[in-house]
């Protein structure tokens, strides 16, 4: 179905195939990240029952395949977003078996409802996504690398464009369901209006420095903090370690292309050699760096937060370092880091030790003054706008209040909901609390990173802008998808409910 892709196949294919291999080498086997099912399951067992139809161990798996390739390999999140938000609880975090099953129930209403998909409307998606546009048009040569990535994985062509069927057919069953909705135009210009108008006003600054500085704190106090939470005053853990670092070839782009397809093989053999005595070998790094010529690194004892200089940039490997067991005693293995790959064992492993009293007594104290000023900031906050309110609704002016108050009223530029000046520190935030503050009232607290602001709003008005019609249709259109798409979650909710999907227990 993709012979467009291989007609232009070219020579460099070889090297992208070498990192692939590599690549998918890693994630399978070095890692040993492990499947979603125990050894013991059989691929031909039921996983799921939807709609009477039974799927298998291995169509749960290929769809799981499907969905992770969508997003990270052809980076199209529209697929699996759509199927985690059509789980009940809407979240993003969502997934799992309840994905899959939503993605089983969505192709049962497609078959239903006579939504098929043709391979040239997969082919023409499949064109468009974003991953495989250069300046605008779609690119040949990141088609191919595509291709190779689906073949690594065990797609064939046609499971390629399912991919894009699915996806489209997705879309499709929204259209049947919600395309005639559109959102009240009523709701929309109350929405425009919200978002796109202009306030005046003032600010009263508390800031938590000033309360900090108030606040007192007893040896007694500070004593009964530390006896209550002295699990969390210890030295934080230390790992020392040995490893073999192999560096990613440099300035690859400013080689002929013979060049850049050696450095990345030489990379490859050497990690794979390297690889293959420690985990097949059974050797340790030091005998296999031995027999590799390889050169062993050694770091002095750090903290995960702390590494050593040529360790800074590589957040993996730094995780992968204090989330190996302490006594793990497999055989080291490749780990890819920012900079190239890196193999790596624990040498030894510095326990959290307990901090005494004395040590840690002025960090308790900065503590207990922050969360004394915190307090006394909030009531100050609360007992301040409650007044300021309850005066203004007697007619009083807020220039008066505030003086009776002892504060500070600061004059706020004209802020544009939509668009709050920069030179406006939090003017964002300003504005998101304005606009909800009826005009002749106080704000509520708005929190930032020095103390509380409340925010006082004199008028706000709907000014011309020369985008109005635009901004207003564009307003139309996205409440209408946010509508359609909970629409739709309601109607699907119903369907997964008459699949009455089972999930087998497994394991």
Do not use: C
């Not at 190779?148 to 390629?160: H, P, R, T, V, W």
């Not at 450095?263 to 590799?292: C, H, I, M, Y």
């Not at 995780?319 to 193999?343: P, R």
Request: proline share 3%; hydrophobic share 40%; no cysteine.
């Amino acid at each position: 179905m993709l012979e467009f892709f291989r007609r232009h196949r070219g020579a460099f294919l070889k090297t992208l195939t070498v990192v692939i291999v590599l690549s998918f080498a890693t994630w399978g086997g070095w890692r040993r990240s492990g499947g979603d099912f125990a050894q013991k399951v059989k691929v031909t067992d039921t996983a799921l029952t939807v709609f009477g139809k039974e799927y298998t161990v291995a169509d749960v798996q290929r769809a799981q395949r499907s969905v992770q390739f969508a997003q990270y390999y052809m980076q199209s999140y529209e697929l699996p977003s759509m199927l985690m938000m059509l789980s009940p609880d809407r979240g993003m975090g969502g997934g799992g078996m309840d994905t899959f099953a939503n993605l089983f129930v969505a192709r049962q209403m497609m078959e239903k409802l006579g939504i098929r998909p043709s391979d040239a409307e997969a082919r023409a998606a499949l064109e468009k996504i974003p991953a495989l546009q250069n300046n605008g048009k779609f690119d040949v040569s990141r088609g191919q690398m595509l291709e190779q990535n689906a073949a690594s994985m065990g797609f064939d062509s046609d499971a390629l464009l399912g991919i894009m069927k699915d996806t489209i057919g997705l879309q499709k069953l929204q259209d049947i369901v919600t395309k005639s909705y559109t959102a009240s135009p009523l709701a929309a210009e109350k929405q425009y209006v919200s978002s796109y108008q202009t306030f005046k006003g003032a600010k009263i600054t508390f800031e938590t420095e000033t309360f900090k500085k108030a606040a007192t704190v007893s040896d007694d106090e500070i004593k009964k903090y530390y006896d209550e939470n002295k699990d969390d005053y210890k030295t934080v853990e230390k790992r020392t370690v040995n490893y073999v670092f192999f560096e990613n070839p440099k300035e690859l782009d400013k080689k002929p292309l013979e060049e850049r397809q050696k450095a990345q093989n030489d990379l490859v053999k050497r990690v794979n050699a390297f690889n293959d005595l420690t985990v097949k070998g059974k050797k340790s790094l030091a005998d296999a760096a031995k027999e590799t010529k390889e050169k062993v690194e050694t770091t002095p004892a750090f903290a995960e937060s702390e590494p050593p200089a040529a360790l800074k940039a590589e957040k993996n490997v730094l995780g992968m370092i204090f989330a190996q067991a302490k006594d793990a005693k497999g055989a080291a293995e490749a780990v890819e880091g920012t900079n190239g790959w890196y193999v790596f064992d624990v040498t030894q492993v510095e326990e959290p030790k307990q901090q005494t009293l004395a040590e840690v007594t002025g960090k308790i104290k900065d503590v207990l003054q922050g969360q004394k000023a915190d307090e006394a900031r909030s009531k100050a906050v609360n007992d301040a706008r409650k007044a300021l309110n309850d005066g203004l609704k007697a007619g009083k002016k807020i220039e008066d209040l505030v003086k009776e108050q002892k504060l500070t009223l600061d004059a706020l530029p004209d802020i544009d909901t939509a668009n709050p000046p920069q030179e406006v520190p939090n003017g964002f935030l300003i504005a998101q609390e304005a606009a909800k503050t009826a005009v002749g009232s106080v704000s509520r607290g708005v929190d930032y990173d020095k103390g509380t602001l409340l925010v006082y709003v004199s008028a706000k008005e709907l000014r011309k802008r020369p985008d109005a019609v635009e901004v207003r249709k564009n307003q139309v259109e996205s409440l209408s998808r946010q509508e359609r798409m909970s629409l739709f979650h309601a109607w699907f909710k119903k369907q997964h409910e008459a699949a009455k999907v089972v999930v087998a227990k497994l394991g």
